[in-house]
């Protein structure tokens, strides 16, 4: 071996003393966020299956007859410990009518208003708003439920807010709003044409009384 070759590994030798641990170091890091990003994921795959689980047994218990107490509770298990699923608002909001159908109005308006306040889905969100404003409504907080559906919302939902706030406000003594939330129901772009009837007579009974 010459000169030059020795003089080559001592270089390689010196660079490596001075460079080694931070390869080394630098290495176990990219392994550790490997191993970290793989055991993330497997977390997260756990979590969705913990999730659909749950809301299986809260549909179990929905639909196997149950009382109403045993649906609430398996219902709230899944909103409690898989609230960022999307299960926890389907569970919210099946336990909702339930609670309606049993004339529970305040609990299922508090199931709804979970929704409201959990859920990133604006269409979800919406949904619940105006659902948690009928409940309101059924339990005699009209003022509450009038607060609800006096807020801006997607093209989606104008038309139903807007006939639920006809309905409130008449139902307050206050036609002359009532009648101008009807119109302005009649004037959203996304409503049924059977809803479109019931508002229609709805005006029109309001102007033959006016």
Do not use: C
């Not at 460079?19 to 490997?34: E, M, S, T, Y």
């Not at 055991?39 to 756990?46: F, K, L, V």
């Amino acid at each position: 071996m010459d000169q030059t070759d020795e003089e080559q590994i001592q270089a390689l030798r010196d660079w490596w003393r001075n460079n080694g641990r931070a390869i080394v170091f630098g290495v176990g890091l990219a392994v550790a966020g490997l191993s970290g990003w793989w055991g993330y994921g497997q977390w997260q795959e756990g979590q969705a299956r913990d999730a659909t689980v749950a809301y299986g047994q809260f549909l179990q218990a929905e639909r196997s007859g149950t009382d109403l107490h045993e649906v609430a509770r398996t219902a709230r298990q899944v909103m409690d410990e898989h609230s960022g699923s999307g299960y926890a608002a389907m569970a919210a909001l099946r336990l909702a009518a339930r609670q309606m159908e049993h004339g529970e109005h305040i609990a299922a308006a508090e199931a709804l208003g979970w929704v409201v306040e959990n859920s990133g889905d604006t269409a979800l969100v919406e949904l619940a708003r105006l659902r948690q404003a009928r409940a309101l409504a059924a339990a005699g907080r009209e003022d509450e439920a009038l607060a609800l559906v006096s807020v801006p919302v997607s093209p989606g939902f104008a038309g139903a807010y807007a006939d639920l706030r006809g309905d409130l406000l008449y139902n307050m003594g206050r036609s002359s709003a009532a009648v101008e939330a009807y119109r302005e129901a009649l004037q959203a772009d996304r409503l049924s044409s059977q809803a479109r009837r019931f508002i229609e007579l709805k005006l029109g009974n309001l102007d033959e009384g006016a």
